[in-house]
């Protein structure tokens, strides 16, 4: 039995066994006991920071905004994720995976939850205040679809569109930081990641369809259902193509190309490996997008460093 102090999902670590007890319901609300969604969030904005510094030819700024979107993304994500477990308390009471999460376990109260929601939401703004006007107008308009996001699932068989719309938003950060401004190129990268969000949270989320069905939460992993695969297919493949047509208007080098066909392939082996009847493999095959996503990024960063040569 998975004993109250430690989310159902969430295997040993630092949580677990280093930080102080009192401490410990805290991050977890903030997922720091689960790092990757705070990783998959961050992936697009090092992406958008990586190929505008490329189509800057210069790297000056980029090793500071490299820290600050991870900072950013990390601090951004737990504060998302507490909004989620507030307005999600009774749902999540309800669910095998997320009934021992800190609101509905008794751990944090709704008041507590609330109070650290605008401590992360603090930090977050110091963060933004560190770049441009303009990056940091872009990164407030985000958050009308992170505080609309946890109601999605209530009314729509498609709330994944709206967490890639919130999760992808840091494709257009790193282009807003760096010029100031958003073209064509950052909003086909943004298309680009919204399409990969959806179809790895549909991964994600067939870990909980039954449950779901059972209350009545609304999903892509239940409307694909048996046609997963097929949507995968779609889905990746937008992805892949969108970013494609992303470097070619950066006008990105070969790195960037060979970092994108692995990308594929890695993208490819989730589609093949996938088992939707079998949450650990869901979990293992969504958690793999970090590894995308970083192969990506280095193709990116490796590129941006010849062009600025």
């Known amino acids: ?158 709330p994944q569109i709206v967490l890639g719309l919130a999760f992808s938003w840091g494709a257009l950060m790193g282009f807003a930081a760096t010029f100031g401004r958003l073209d064509a190129t950052a909003f086909v990268l943004y298309a680009g990641s919204i399409c990969w969000v959806i179809a790895y949270d549909t991964v994600y989320a067939h870990q909980d369809a039954e449950d779901d069905a059972l209350i009545g939460i609304k999903s892509t992993a239940r409307l694909f259902a048996e046609r997963t695969h097929e949507a995968l297919v779609i889905f990746y493949g937008l992805a892949v193509v969108l970013i494609g047509v992303a470097f070619a208007l950066a006008g990105s080098g070969v790195a960037a190309w060979i970092a994108l066909a692995l990308f594929a392939v890695q993208l490819g082996w989730q589609v093949r490996r996938l088992e939707i009847n079998d949450p650990a493999l869901c979990l293992r095959i969504f958690k793999s997008n970090r590894e995308a996503g970083l192969i990506l990024f280095a193709g990116l960063v490796i590129d941006a460093v010849m062009r600025a040569a």
């Open 1 to 158: 039995m998975t004993s109250a102090a430690r989310v159902a999902d969430a295997t040993g670590n630092w949580v677990d066994t280093v930080a102080p007890q009192w401490s410990r319901p805290y991050l977890r609300l903030a997922r720091f006991d689960r790092p990757i969604g705070s990783w998959l969030l961050l992936m697009p904005c090092w992406w958008s920071a990586a190929l505008s510094a490329g189509v800057a030819h210069r790297l000056d700024r980029l090793p500071v905004d490299l820290l600050l979107f991870f900072v950013g993304a990390f601090v951004m994500r737990g504060a998302g994720c507490t909004w989620n477990d507030i307005t999600d308390r009774d749902l999540d009471a309800k669910v095998e995976r997320t009934r021992s999460r800190p609101i509905p376990a008794g751990q944090v109260s709704v008041r507590a939850a609330l109070i650290f929601l605008v401590a992360q939401a603090l930090v977050g703004l110091v963060v933004l205040l560190q770049f441009n006007r303009f990056a940091i107008a872009t990164g407030i308009a985000s958050l009308l679809i992170v505080a609309i996001y946890p109601f999605m699932k209530r009314i729509t068989w498609w």
